[in-house]
């Protein structure tokens, strides 16, 4: 039997065909626009039912012993009546606020990122934490702040495409399809990378940069463009507040200015700068590259100021804005009490300019554990995360998590994360779990991730767990639905949906019909209505109203000051296809499919180091050390090392977070920069 659904094995949730056989899952397909023999394959989903039927899921609750020797088998209601009394425990003892829940991705953004909303409003703390700081919710929120939402590429109808700090071919086949077939249209492609990607060995200008220092070329471009009169002076004079402010601060960044602190030539930032502005329709892909920088917010405002600088906003091939699905809101944030802060409370525009994003920096949790800044909390339920691994500076994040007095874990697999937990909640897969995904809620079309197969073992799907645990904690009325069907149906009535009529509609449902150049019949949605250069409401909490007012500000590198001591720069590695984040690195199909835990390093550093391909490479920053195989290669410039990302789950001797910090963070979203950081390079001791 042949079924729809949508992968969420990452997150670019993918519609897929899912072969099933007497309830198993035996297969699963990408949908595409490309004729079979074109499309892209993913290693993940060719893997679907290894990572399903793993021995090593978790299938049936687990409690600490009480000597703490391991876990214990339990049941379903032993578990969540366990949590429930830790939560109402800690309520009595320190608050509401002391209980936080943090949130990975791997459960998606959508409907299951409302149902813990929802639980913790009425429980009374304002504590569930996403990880947006350092992912693409702080990119979001610069969106929103320029022009009110956040625009998405139509790369399949450009013209020209700038694809910045992102590599599609490694993280979203879908959106790497859409990249191809352009430029095998003949499409301009410009690759914004400092690491010599597949996709930048194609490009037609391939630009090199210094790594985090992204927000000063496009502000170059934007002197550049303005300068020359390359913008599109209608769209600037009706649809745009702010352009004078902008011009002057942009005419304090030409590329004669900028270029050698960017690594560049002037002529390739004014090639840049020409090419995106005269080619029409143009438009930009940016992506994680630009994040876990502490400079992302200026940097994304400043490359989305570029797509409405030269009309391509909202045009077909351009930038799109959404057309959000109308659903219910059922956070139920109105029922937090009165004068309830978070603790990231010192980032009021960041918690606040989505309805329902809510509280997004994670650092803030091991902070208040800690430090008891702003105040302490006692007990976390992380969900679907691994904090251990994927969080800066991992000696600090796991000597937080070792302090509290309660961690609840739910997920798919034993983590690093879940070894400290006193319970673990068994997490059921994409396959396994009906829900509405962020993509499918933010605009059109409609896909639903239908559960195509029964939970395996005694696993639970996130909102079923949702759901008990509220129901728990004396909340039945508020969560009374039985199934998700019941509590999507709910949340859709609003758009005159429902899980049925997705069913019926695998290969997507529009709500309303595709449309261009919105702004021409409503306001953008921002104070002015118009797309804002200069935001009156930054200036007002003291931030630059323009991107870069006040210069860069610190070396967006980290460790920069130390570089005497630590003179190799360090950059996180490029997504594996074959992983997310942390996790898949136990399933040997995907784990012996490719390169295992490497350090890209040049070839002239490794004749200075001493290292030949395959060699233990020790890597050491002011926060500590990892060890990996050197994979020599001239994808890095000299003076550059890339380390694997993700590994530490399989080998903690590999956990780059170990030399990455979160000391220094954006006053406007809270990121740290943990992307790039010296470092220094020796060759280790053989294993």
């Given amino acids: 039997m042949i079924l729809d659904t949508v992968c969420r094995l990452c997150s670019s949730c993918c519609p897929v065909e899912a072969e099933v056989v007497d309830n198993r899952l035996i297969a699963a397909r990408r949908k595409s626009f490309l004729v079979p023999e074109k499309r892209l394959s993913c290693p993940k989903l060719a893997a679907a039912a290894d990572i399903v039927y793993s021995p090593r899921r978790l299938t049936t609750p687990l409690i600490k012993k009480d000597d703490g020797s391991g876990f214990r088998e339990a049941g379903w209601d032993e578990a969540i009546d366990l949590v429930a009394a830790r939560f109402h425990r800690h309520r009595e003892e320190s608050g509401a606020r002391s209980v936080a829940w943090l949130r990975?991705?791997?459960?998606?953004?959508?409907?299951?990122?409302?149902?813990?909303?929802?639980?913790?409003?009425?429980?009374?703390?304002?504590?569930?934490?996403?990880?947006?700081?350092?992912?693409?919710?702080?990119?979001?929120?610069?969106?929103?702040?320029?022009?009110?939402?956040?625009?998405?590429?139509?790369?399949?109808?450009?013209?020209?495409?700038?694809?910045?700090?992102?590599?599609?071919?490694?993280?979203?086949?879908?959106?790497?399809?859409?990249?191809?077939?352009?430029?095998?249209?003949?499409?301009?492609?410009?690759?914004?990378?400092?690491?010599?990607?597949?996709?930048?060995?194609?490009?037609?200008?391939?630009?090199?940069?210094?790594?985090?220092?992204?927000?000063?070329?496009?502000?170059?471009?934007?002197?550049?463009?303005?300068?020359?009169?390359?913008?599109?002076?209608?769209?600037?004079?009706?649809?745009?507040?702010?352009f004078e402010q902008l011009k002057a601060v942009a005419?304090?960044?030409?590329?004669?200015?900028?270029?050698?602190?960017?690594?560049?030539?002037?002529?390739?930032?004014?090639?840049?700068?020409?090419?995106?502005?005269?080619?029409?329709?143009?438009?930009?892909?940016?992506?994680?590259?630009?994040?876990?920088?502490?400079?992302?917010?200026?940097?994304?405002?400043?490359?989305?100021?570029?797509?409405?600088?030269?009309?391509?906003?909202?045009?077909?091939?351009?930038?799109?804005?959404?057309?959000?699905?109308?659903?219910?809101?059922?956070?139920?944030?109105?029922?937090?009490?009165?004068?309830?802060?978070?603790?990231?409370?010192?980032?009021?525009?960041?918690?606040?300019?989505?309805?329902?994003?809510?509280?997004?920096?994670?650092?803030?949790?091991?902070?208040?554990?800690?430090?008891?800044?702003?105040?302490?909390?006692?007990?976390?339920?992380?969900?679907?995360?691994?904090?251990?691994?994927?969080?800066?500076?991992?000696?600090?994040?796991?000597?937080?998590?070792?302090?509290?007095?309660?961690?609840?874990?739910?997920?798919?697999?034993?983590?690093?994360?879940?070894?400290?937990?006193?319970?673990?909640?068994?997490?059921?897969?994409?396959?396994?779990?009906?829900?509405?995904?962020?993509?499918?809620?933010?605009?059109?079309?409609?896909?639903?991730?239908?559960?195509?197969?029964?939970?395996?073992?005694?696993?639970?799907?996130?909102?079923?767990?949702?759901?008990?645990l509220g129901r728990r904690l004396g909340f039945s009325a508020e969560f009374p639905w039985q199934s998700a069907e019941e509590a999507l149906d709910y949340q859709l009535e609003p758009a005159g949906v429902t899980v049925e009529k997705l069913r019926q509609n695998g290969n997507g449902l529009r709500v309303e019909e595709m449309r261009y150049e919105k702004y021409r019949e409503a306001p953008f949605k921002t104070p002015t209505g118009k797309v804002e250069f200069f935001s009156a409401r930054l200036a007002e909490a003291g931030f630059p109203g323009v991107p870069f007012q006040h210069g860069l500000g610190d070396d967006p590198i980290s460790f920069a000051d130390r570089s005497g001591e630590y003179p190799m720069l360090g950059i996180s590695g490029s997504r594996d296809i074959r992983f997310t984040n942390s996790q898949f690195r136990t399933i040997p199909s995907l784990r012996e499919a490719g390169p295992g835990c490497v350090v890209d390093i040049h070839p002239e550093d490794a004749l200075r180091y001493d290292l030949t391909e395959g060699d233990p490479v020790r890597i050491e920053s002011p926060k500590g050390a990892v060890e990996m195989a050197a994979r020599i290669s001239t994808t890095v410039r000299p003076g550059m090392v890339r380390l694997a990302w993700g590994w530490g789950e399989y080998d903690l001797r590999c956990n780059l977070n170990a030399l990455t910090e979160d000391d220094r963070r954006s006053p406007v979203t809270g990121t740290s920069t943990s992307r790039s950081f010296m470092c220094r390079v020796s060759r280790a001791q053989q294993r």
């Fill in 104 to 242: 990975g991705m791997a459960a998606d953004w959508g409907a299951p990122w409302d149902y813990p909303n929802r639980l913790m409003n009425l429980f009374g703390s304002p504590n569930t934490i996403g990880n947006g700081s350092i992912c693409f919710v702080d990119r979001d929120f610069a969106h929103s702040f320029t022009y009110g939402a956040m625009a998405f590429p139509e790369a399949k109808n450009a013209r020209c495409i700038i694809v910045w700090g992102k590599n599609d071919k490694d993280t979203a086949l879908g959106a790497a399809e859409a990249i191809h077939c352009a430029c095998e249209q003949g499409a301009t492609l410009i690759v914004v990378d400092p690491v010599q990607t597949a996709l930048a060995r194609k490009a037609d200008l391939w630009l090199r940069i210094k790594p985090g220092h992204d927000g000063l070329l496009a502000m170059a471009m934007i002197s550049e463009i303005i300068k020359e009169e390359l913008f599109d002076a209608d769209f600037v004079r009706t649809h745009t507040t702010g």
């Fill in 251 to 468: 005419a304090r960044y030409p590329a004669e200015a900028v270029a050698e602190k960017i690594w560049l030539n002037v002529e390739q930032i004014k090639q840049a700068a020409r090419l995106y502005a005269a080619t029409k329709p143009g438009c930009i892909v940016d992506g994680n590259g630009l994040d876990m920088h502490r400079e992302v917010f200026d940097t994304t405002r400043a490359i989305a100021m570029l797509r409405a600088l030269t009309g391509n906003l909202d045009k077909p091939g351009g930038d799109v804005l959404p057309q959000p699905i109308p659903v219910r809101n059922i956070q139920l944030k109105d029922r937090l009490p009165a004068g309830a802060v978070p603790i990231t409370r010192d980032y009021p525009l960041f918690n606040t300019f989505s309805e329902t994003w809510g509280n997004q920096v994670q650092g803030c949790l091991i902070d208040a554990i800690l430090e008891g800044s702003p105040y302490p909390v006692n007990m976390v339920v992380v969900q679907t995360g691994n904090p251990l691994i994927t969080m800066a500076d991992s000696t600090r994040t796991r000597e937080a998590f070792a302090k509290l007095e309660t961690l609840v874990v739910i997920e798919m697999f034993m983590t690093e994360t879940a070894k400290l937990a006193d319970v673990i909640l068994p997490a059921a897969s994409c396959f396994e779990t009906t829900q509405l995904n962020r993509s499918s809620i933010r605009n059109n079309p409609m896909f639903l991730q239908n559960a195509v197969i029964p939970p395996v073992g005694d696993s639970w799907p996130n909102w079923q767990i949702v759901f008990a």
